[in-house]
């Protein structure tokens, strides 16, 4: 497997976070550390085009005129964030071929107290422009698609005596050892959501974990949550802070050994509880194994285990689930209530590097699924089960709006993924940039509700031979012909490009054998190993079961 290479650019010595994380990195990932001190040249010149990069800078080498600023001299506001401007372009023109950059704003140097009680003050204080030198850096990289801006006030914070004078008059060092750490969990979490490994569903206990006390003992009047009592109280904070990241796209679950019809009684019916069933997608209440409810609980909802972060109060509960199913993340537990919310806040598996409006309804989405299922049961067959869904699909070009969404399905996409290729927005806009390429994107919605953008197929044509790129659908929309339907428009839209023949190379992972499966019994044909034709002029026909919509 070829190696990856993450590039780490900046105006001091560096090497301290490349030794820590080459010690906690990916295996595949050579750390490369470019000449300090040489950051514009490299970023206006350097040829090479790695994996990804790090751009690490003190304000006061990067912005002549904030330097100017720390020596008192009069603040010319404007003339500094044109400066920035500047240097964001740079950034802006040097990572435009990469899958990601890694820009680290900027950061008083310690211990500077500027003007005193004045610094934050408007055209005089230095940490007030400072703040407006990152918001501007923030903004001008924001529309790339492709770079980050990461926060180095939280590393500083993290380690409070982070001044390191004589490191940094040895050896160029401004920092110390526990910001360097810092620095380099954060940026080996932030690359795990550029390739789209964040963790995405969050299975809890109940007892002691959503509340205080067991339920089948004190029944819900005993439980501790809420309240004048500074134990219930801080149950209730952590649902709250529970609650507000299922908003931002994390599916919430509860495996709890426990009697079903007293626990969820006591979440429909407690005063204080803020998570109700509706804010859970699954949930396995028994006395079954934990491991074993955790793997069923998964299978319906579609997802993979290392999609899961399991959070009980047991600590013989956790050691047997991190026991028996490796890829779930067990994070240690405290026993203190009072720890809870500052231990979920510290969990870095949920870091995105987007969030879509699939993301936020997603819990909402599986409610309609269940109903689905449940339509399901009372159908005479699974044909006339289709056509009552009454599925539609609404077929988009890329767009501004959609890209977001796009790159996230092409990088977590597993399962029904004919390539498994990882694109950036950027390598996206490219790729259908060039000439007899196309790219759409299919959302699905049925009388049950909207699923939202779950498919992609690209083409590619040369001459009259075209090639099926990317099929990706979500697995939660698999099995109702919608995996017909999408080699239906990926043969339509290559007949249009003139295109007779389509082939399909199926690539084979650990995890998208599915895909195979689909392709096997359609109408196209396998003429050799892993690969797949068929005549676009004869094309497929539309699946009956499925109505299709296109936008421009």
Sequence with gaps: MERKVLKLISDFNIDPLAGHMSGTADS??????????????????????PWGSVIWTLPETTIPSFNKALSFAEIIVEQCLDEVD???????????????TFVVNWALPPG?????????????????????????????????????????????LAAPRNAAPKMWYAAKVPYSSQVFG????????????ACGESRRLLVLDLDNT???????????????????DHVGEAFRDFQSELKALSTRGIQLAVVSKNDEQVALETIDKHPEMLLRRD?????????????????????????????????????????????????????????????????????????????????RDRTTMHKSEQARKASKAIVTSINDWLLDLKTKLCVNRITKLNITRVTQLINKTNQLNLSTRRLSEMEVLDWIAMENRSMLAISVSDRFGEMGLVGIISVEAKGSKGQLVDFILSCRVMG??????????????????NAVSIGA????????????????????????????????????PKPEAVAIEFFD
């Excluded at 500027?114 to 850096?137: E, H, Q, S, T, V």
């Excluded at 810092?182 to 959501?193: G, K, P, Q």
């Design 28 to 49: 595949n990932i050579s750390i490369e550390v470019a000449p300090f001190g040489q950051v514009r040249q490299l970023l206006a010149i350097d040829g090479s085009k």
């Design 86 to 100: 500047i240097f964001a372009q740079t950034i802006l023109n040097y990572s435009a071929d990469q899958p990601f």
């Design 112 to 156: 500077y107290r500027g003007y005193g009680p004045l610094d934050w003050c408007p055209g005089l204080g230095i940490a007030n422009l400072l703040a407006k030198m990152n918001l501007r850096l923030s903004e001008q990289l924001s529309e790339s698609g492709n770079t980050y801006v990461l926060d180095v006030n939280r590393w500083l």
């Design 182 to 193: 810092s620095a380099a969990s954060d940026l080996i979490s932030a690359m795990r959501a």
């Design 210 to 228: 959503l509340w205080g006390g067991v339920v089948g003992e004190t029944g819900l009047e005993g439980i501790r949550l809420g309240g004048h």
């Design 279 to 359: 804010n859970f997608a699954g949930w396995r209440v028994n006395w079954n194994d934990k491991a074993e409810n955790i793997v069923s609980l998964v299978e319906e909802l579609n997802l993979g285990l290392s999609s899961v972060v399991f959070i009980d109060d047991n600590p013989a509960e956790r050691d047997r689930v991190r026991g028996a199913l490796p890829d779930v993340l067990v994070p240690e537990w405290p026993s203190d209530p009072a720890l809870y919310v500052s231990s979920l806040r510290a969990l870095d598996c949920f870091d995105a590097v987007a969030i879509s409006k699939e993301d």
């Design 480 to 497: 109702r012909k919608i995996e017909e339907a999408l080699i239906h428009l990926a043969m339509n839209e290559l007949k249009r490009m």
């Design 505 to 540: 190379r199926y690539i084979p992972t650990a995890r998208n054998c599915p895909t195979l499966d689909v392709f096997r019994v359609s109408i196209l044909k396998e003429t050799s190993e892993n690969y797949f034709e068929g005549d676009c002029m004869k094309g497929v």
